[in-house]
Protein backbone atom coordinates (compact mmCIF):
# COMPACT_ATOMS: atom_id res chain seq x y z
CA UNK A 1 0.00 0.00 0.00
CA UNK A 2 1.22 3.36 -1.04
CA UNK A 3 0.83 6.73 0.17
CA UNK A 4 0.51 9.91 -1.57
CA UNK A 5 0.87 13.29 0.17
CA UNK A 6 -0.10 16.45 -1.08
CA UNK A 7 1.54 20.06 0.01
CA UNK A 8 1.86 23.46 -0.59
CA UNK A 9 4.13 26.30 0.91
CA UNK A 10 1.23 27.85 1.63
CA UNK A 11 -2.71 28.16 1.34
CA UNK A 12 -4.35 28.66 -1.87
CA UNK A 13 -1.95 26.89 -4.43
CA UNK A 14 -4.53 24.72 -5.59
CA UNK A 15 -3.34 21.56 -3.91
CA UNK A 16 -6.80 20.77 -2.87
CA UNK A 17 -8.28 21.02 -6.24
CA UNK A 18 -5.54 18.78 -7.08
CA UNK A 19 -5.98 16.29 -4.25
CA UNK A 20 -9.62 16.03 -5.93
CA UNK A 21 -8.65 15.58 -9.29
CA UNK A 22 -6.33 12.68 -8.18
CA UNK A 23 -9.58 11.02 -5.85
CA UNK A 24 -11.46 11.41 -8.81
CA UNK A 25 -8.94 9.63 -11.42
CA UNK A 26 -8.05 7.03 -9.02
CA UNK A 27 -11.40 6.05 -9.45
CA UNK A 28 -12.15 6.84 -12.87
CA UNK A 29 -9.21 7.04 -15.02
CA UNK A 30 -7.51 4.58 -17.45
CA UNK A 31 -4.74 4.05 -15.10
CA UNK A 32 -7.31 3.24 -11.66
CA UNK A 33 -6.04 3.03 -8.37
CA UNK A 34 -8.19 1.61 -5.74
CA UNK A 35 -7.99 4.62 -3.03
CA UNK A 36 -8.43 5.91 0.37
CA UNK A 37 -8.61 9.28 0.88
CA UNK A 38 -7.08 11.59 3.74
CA UNK A 39 -8.32 15.42 4.37
CA UNK A 40 -5.21 16.05 6.46
CA UNK A 41 -5.76 19.70 6.41
CA UNK A 42 -7.30 19.57 10.13
CA UNK A 43 -7.48 23.48 10.50
CA UNK A 44 -9.54 24.17 7.45
CA UNK A 45 -10.52 20.84 6.30
CA UNK A 46 -12.20 21.25 2.39
CA UNK A 47 -12.05 18.51 0.30
CA UNK A 48 -15.33 17.39 1.63
CA UNK A 49 -17.00 19.97 -0.05
CA UNK A 50 -15.73 18.50 -3.46
CA UNK A 51 -16.45 14.67 -2.39
CA UNK A 52 -19.71 14.92 -0.52
CA UNK A 53 -18.88 13.03 2.20
CA UNK A 54 -21.60 10.91 4.02
CA UNK A 55 -20.63 10.15 7.20
CA UNK A 56 -20.44 6.66 8.71
CA UNK A 57 -18.44 7.49 12.27
CA UNK A 58 -17.69 9.97 13.90
CA UNK A 59 -15.12 10.37 16.97
CA UNK A 60 -13.73 12.73 19.59
CA UNK A 61 -10.51 13.95 19.14
CA UNK A 62 -9.07 14.81 22.95
CA UNK A 63 -6.05 17.02 22.80
CA UNK A 64 -4.33 18.34 25.70
CA UNK A 65 -5.20 18.46 29.51
CA UNK A 66 -5.39 21.72 31.30
CA UNK A 67 -5.57 22.15 34.92
CA UNK A 68 -9.16 22.31 37.05
CA UNK A 69 -8.32 23.66 40.53
CA UNK A 70 -10.53 21.78 43.47
CA UNK A 71 -12.00 24.64 45.57
CA UNK A 72 -13.05 22.28 48.38
CA UNK A 73 -9.36 22.09 48.89
CA UNK A 74 -7.94 24.62 47.58
CA UNK A 75 -6.75 26.88 50.84
CA UNK A 76 -5.82 30.40 48.16
CA UNK A 77 -2.12 30.46 49.35
CA UNK A 78 -0.79 31.38 45.51
CA UNK A 79 1.81 29.33 44.96
CA UNK A 80 0.30 27.73 41.62
CA UNK A 81 0.67 31.09 39.93
CA UNK A 82 3.60 31.77 41.66
CA UNK A 83 4.95 28.35 39.31
CA UNK A 84 2.82 29.16 36.28
CA UNK A 85 4.82 30.02 33.30
CA UNK A 86 1.93 30.81 30.92
CA UNK A 87 0.28 33.32 33.18
CA UNK A 88 -2.70 31.05 33.13
CA UNK A 89 -3.71 31.29 37.23
CA UNK A 90 -5.68 34.44 37.15
CA UNK A 91 -5.41 35.99 41.21
CA UNK A 92 -8.49 36.92 42.74
CA UNK A 93 -8.23 40.40 41.79
CA UNK A 94 -7.94 39.43 38.41
CA UNK A 95 -11.25 38.17 38.42
CA UNK A 96 -14.69 39.73 38.57
CA UNK A 97 -13.20 43.38 38.77
CA UNK A 98 -10.93 42.81 41.57
CA UNK A 99 -13.66 41.45 44.01
CA UNK A 100 -12.43 37.48 42.69
CA UNK A 101 -12.66 35.14 45.95
CA UNK A 102 -10.41 32.21 44.77
CA UNK A 103 -7.32 31.96 42.22
CA UNK A 104 -8.63 30.12 38.96
CA UNK A 105 -7.33 29.20 35.24
CA UNK A 106 -7.40 30.95 32.23
CA UNK A 107 -8.63 27.91 30.34
CA UNK A 108 -7.25 29.34 26.96
CA UNK A 109 -3.68 30.42 28.29
CA UNK A 110 -3.01 27.07 30.54
CA UNK A 111 -0.53 24.99 28.48
CA UNK A 112 -1.02 21.58 29.88
CA UNK A 113 2.20 21.68 31.88
CA UNK A 114 1.20 20.83 35.30
CA UNK A 115 3.82 22.36 37.13
CA UNK A 116 0.97 23.72 38.96
CA UNK A 117 -0.35 20.15 40.23
CA UNK A 118 2.74 18.99 41.65
CA UNK A 119 3.30 22.72 43.27
CA UNK A 120 0.39 22.49 44.69
CA UNK A 121 0.96 22.33 48.65
CA UNK A 122 -3.13 20.50 49.35
CA UNK A 123 -3.37 18.71 45.98
CA UNK A 124 -5.75 20.62 45.04
CA UNK A 125 -5.49 20.60 40.80
CA UNK A 126 -5.46 17.92 38.73
CA UNK A 127 -5.33 17.68 35.10
CA UNK A 128 -8.47 16.92 32.71
CA UNK A 129 -8.71 16.04 29.12
CA UNK A 130 -10.26 18.40 27.35
CA UNK A 131 -11.83 16.91 23.95
CA UNK A 132 -10.39 19.24 21.23
CA UNK A 133 -11.97 18.13 17.99
CA UNK A 134 -13.33 15.13 16.02
CA UNK A 135 -12.88 12.79 13.62
CA UNK A 136 -14.62 11.02 10.72
CA UNK A 137 -14.77 7.77 8.33
CA UNK A 138 -17.20 8.81 5.64
CA UNK A 139 -18.21 7.73 2.35
CA UNK A 140 -17.99 10.01 -0.68
CA UNK A 141 -18.60 9.07 -4.30
CA UNK A 142 -14.76 7.98 -4.81
CA UNK A 143 -13.80 6.19 -2.20
CA UNK A 144 -13.91 6.39 1.51
CA UNK A 145 -12.97 9.37 3.48
CA UNK A 146 -11.23 10.05 6.39
CA UNK A 147 -11.15 13.65 7.73
CA UNK A 148 -11.70 15.66 11.25
CA UNK A 149 -12.45 19.37 12.87
CA UNK A 150 -10.41 21.10 15.07
CA UNK A 151 -12.16 23.30 17.48
CA UNK A 152 -10.92 26.97 17.31
CA UNK A 153 -7.95 27.75 19.37
CA UNK A 154 -6.95 23.99 19.94
CA UNK A 155 -3.72 23.07 19.61
CA UNK A 156 -2.42 20.01 18.78
CA UNK A 157 -3.81 19.94 15.08
CA UNK A 158 -0.12 17.66 14.41
CA UNK A 159 -1.50 14.84 16.35
CA UNK A 160 -5.27 15.00 15.16
CA UNK A 161 -3.05 14.70 11.58
CA UNK A 162 -1.43 11.51 12.62
CA UNK A 163 -4.61 10.02 13.97
CA UNK A 164 -6.81 10.88 10.53
CA UNK A 165 -3.63 9.74 8.62
CA UNK A 166 -3.41 6.20 10.81
CA UNK A 167 -6.53 5.71 10.50
CA UNK A 168 -7.34 5.53 6.70
CA UNK A 169 -3.96 4.03 6.37
CA UNK A 170 -5.34 0.79 8.52
CA UNK A 171 -8.57 0.66 6.48
CA UNK A 172 -6.23 0.59 3.11
CA UNK A 173 -4.44 -2.51 4.53
CA UNK A 174 -7.29 -3.55 6.00
CA UNK A 175 -9.12 -3.82 3.07
CA UNK A 176 -6.60 -3.68 0.27
CA UNK A 177 -6.44 -0.56 -1.42
CA UNK A 178 -3.35 0.31 -3.35
CA UNK A 179 -2.72 3.77 -2.79
CA UNK A 180 -3.57 6.26 0.33
CA UNK A 181 -4.21 9.81 -1.16
CA UNK A 182 -3.21 12.29 1.65
CA UNK A 183 -4.36 16.44 0.80
CA UNK A 184 -1.75 17.51 3.50
CA UNK A 185 -1.75 20.93 5.56
CA UNK A 186 -0.26 24.30 4.02
CA UNK A 187 2.95 25.50 5.68
CA UNK A 188 6.02 23.52 6.79
CA UNK A 189 4.87 22.79 10.66
CA UNK A 190 4.03 20.21 12.41
CA UNK A 191 1.19 19.21 11.24
CA UNK A 192 2.83 19.23 7.53
CA UNK A 193 5.57 16.87 8.89
CA UNK A 194 2.81 14.92 10.88
CA UNK A 195 0.93 14.42 7.21
CA UNK A 196 4.57 13.76 5.61
CA UNK A 197 5.86 11.18 7.68
CA UNK A 198 5.71 7.95 5.98
CA UNK A 199 4.65 8.79 2.65
CA UNK A 200 5.88 6.97 -0.17
CA UNK A 201 6.06 10.44 -2.35
CA UNK A 202 5.56 13.74 -1.62
CA UNK A 203 3.98 16.16 -4.10
CA UNK A 204 4.32 20.07 -3.44
CA UNK A 205 1.75 22.02 -5.38
CA UNK A 206 3.36 25.49 -5.73
CA UNK A 207 2.81 28.55 -8.14
CA UNK A 208 4.88 31.14 -10.03
CA UNK A 209 4.94 34.27 -7.77
CA UNK A 210 7.67 35.32 -5.50
CA UNK A 211 6.14 33.68 -2.24
CA UNK A 212 5.46 30.86 -4.47
CA UNK A 213 9.29 30.25 -5.19
CA UNK A 214 10.31 30.92 -1.39
CA UNK A 215 7.63 28.69 0.07
CA UNK A 216 8.28 25.86 -2.44
CA UNK A 217 12.11 26.08 -1.19
CA UNK A 218 10.91 25.67 2.35
CA UNK A 219 8.84 22.48 1.61
CA UNK A 220 11.36 20.90 -0.30
CA UNK A 221 13.91 21.36 2.54
CA UNK A 222 11.33 19.42 4.91
CA UNK A 223 10.70 16.55 2.55
CA UNK A 224 14.32 16.25 1.96
CA UNK A 225 14.96 16.20 5.87
CA UNK A 226 12.75 13.58 6.41
CA UNK A 227 13.89 11.96 3.25
CA UNK A 228 10.56 11.60 1.23
CA UNK A 229 10.67 11.04 -2.51
CA UNK A 230 9.12 14.06 -3.65
CA UNK A 231 8.19 16.05 -6.85
CA UNK A 232 6.58 18.93 -7.94
CA UNK A 233 3.07 20.58 -9.83
CA UNK A 234 3.28 23.80 -10.74
CA UNK A 235 -0.38 25.79 -10.80
CA UNK A 236 -1.48 28.27 -12.97
CA UNK A 237 2.07 28.00 -14.27
CA UNK A 238 1.48 30.29 -17.43
CA UNK A 239 0.70 33.20 -15.03
CA UNK A 240 4.28 34.38 -14.41
CA UNK A 241 7.26 33.49 -17.16
CA UNK A 242 9.79 35.05 -14.61
CA UNK A 243 8.89 33.24 -11.71
CA UNK A 244 8.08 29.98 -13.31
CA UNK A 245 11.81 29.78 -14.94
CA UNK A 246 12.94 30.83 -11.03
CA UNK A 247 10.83 27.09 -9.84
CA UNK A 248 11.90 25.66 -12.99
CA UNK A 249 15.91 26.38 -12.01
CA UNK A 250 15.49 25.54 -8.36
CA UNK A 251 13.77 22.17 -9.48
CA UNK A 252 16.85 21.02 -11.67
CA UNK A 253 19.18 22.47 -9.34
CA UNK A 254 17.42 20.38 -6.61
CA UNK A 255 17.36 17.21 -8.62
CA UNK A 256 13.29 17.79 -8.28
CA UNK A 257 11.25 16.47 -11.20
CA UNK A 258 8.38 18.73 -12.23
CA UNK A 259 5.79 16.39 -12.74
CA UNK A 260 3.43 18.99 -14.50
CA UNK A 261 2.14 22.19 -15.16
CA UNK A 262 -0.88 22.98 -14.91
CA UNK A 263 -2.24 26.25 -16.82
CA UNK A 264 -3.99 28.99 -15.16
CA UNK A 265 -7.89 28.20 -16.22
CA UNK A 266 -11.00 29.60 -15.35
CA UNK A 267 -12.54 25.74 -15.21
CA UNK A 268 -11.07 24.85 -11.95
CA UNK A 269 -12.68 27.88 -9.94
CA UNK A 270 -16.26 26.70 -11.73
CA UNK A 271 -15.97 23.26 -10.62
CA UNK A 272 -14.62 24.10 -7.26
CA UNK A 273 -17.91 26.29 -6.73
CA UNK A 274 -20.04 23.52 -8.22
CA UNK A 275 -18.44 21.10 -5.59
CA UNK A 276 -16.80 19.06 -8.37
CA UNK A 277 -13.06 18.01 -9.15
CA UNK A 278 -12.19 19.79 -12.59
CA UNK A 279 -11.62 16.42 -14.07
CA UNK A 280 -15.37 15.42 -13.72
CA UNK A 281 -16.79 18.86 -14.00
CA UNK A 282 -14.96 19.28 -17.32
CA UNK A 283 -13.02 16.53 -18.87
CA UNK A 284 -11.99 18.53 -21.95
CA UNK A 285 -10.89 21.43 -20.27
CA UNK A 286 -6.85 22.59 -20.10
CA UNK A 287 -6.21 22.43 -16.79
CA UNK A 288 -8.19 18.57 -16.78
CA UNK A 289 -5.71 17.14 -19.09
CA UNK A 290 -2.72 18.64 -17.86
CA UNK A 291 -4.40 16.90 -14.54
CA UNK A 292 -4.53 13.53 -16.60
CA UNK A 293 -1.19 13.59 -17.77
CA UNK A 294 0.10 14.33 -13.97
CA UNK A 295 -2.00 11.63 -12.41
CA UNK A 296 -0.46 9.21 -15.34
CA UNK A 297 3.37 10.13 -14.22
CA UNK A 298 1.90 9.50 -10.68
CA UNK A 299 0.88 6.04 -11.47
CA UNK A 300 4.01 4.82 -12.79
CA UNK A 301 6.13 6.45 -10.32
CA UNK A 302 4.17 4.59 -7.57
CA UNK A 303 4.44 1.48 -9.61
CA UNK A 304 8.56 2.69 -9.19
CA UNK A 305 8.58 2.08 -5.21
CA UNK A 306 8.17 0.00 -2.25
CA UNK A 307 5.05 0.26 0.03
CA UNK A 308 4.65 3.13 2.42
CA UNK A 309 5.93 2.21 6.26
S1 LIG B 1 -1.53 26.21 44.92
FE1 LIG B 1 -3.30 24.93 45.36
S2 LIG B 1 -4.07 25.69 47.28
FE2 LIG B 1 -2.69 27.25 46.52
S3 LIG B 1 -4.04 28.66 45.36
FE3 LIG B 1 -3.28 27.18 43.92
S4 LIG B 1 -4.84 25.59 43.89
FE4 LIG B 1 -5.20 26.78 45.70
S1 LIG C 1 -0.91 23.32 33.92
FE1 LIG C 1 0.89 24.64 33.60
S2 LIG C 1 0.09 26.22 32.25
FE2 LIG C 1 -1.70 25.23 33.11
S3 LIG C 1 -2.18 26.46 34.90
FE3 LIG C 1 -0.87 24.81 35.61
S4 LIG C 1 1.20 25.65 35.55
FE4 LIG C 1 -0.09 27.01 34.33
Request: glycine residues 8%.
Given at each position: ?7 S ?6 K???A?A ?9 S ?7 D ?7 L ?43 T ?24 C??A ?16 F ?7 T ?14 K ?28 I ?21 I ?7 RT ?9 P ?6 K?D ?71
Amino acid sequence: MKQIVLLSGKGGTGKTSVAAAFAHLAHVSASPLSAVLADADVDAANLGLVLHPKQEEAHDFTGGAIAVINYSECIDCGVCENVCRFDAILTPSMQNNGSGEHYSIDTIACDGCAACVYACPVDAIHMEPQQAGRWFRSTSRYGTLFHADLFPAQENSGKLVTLVKQQARLFAMDNDFEVVIVDGPPGIGCPVIAAASGATIAIIVTEPTITGVHDLNRTLETTYHFKIPTFVIINKADLNALALNDIVSMCSIKNIEIIGQIPFDQTITEAMRKGDPVTAYNSEARSSKALVTIWERVVEILSHTGDSE
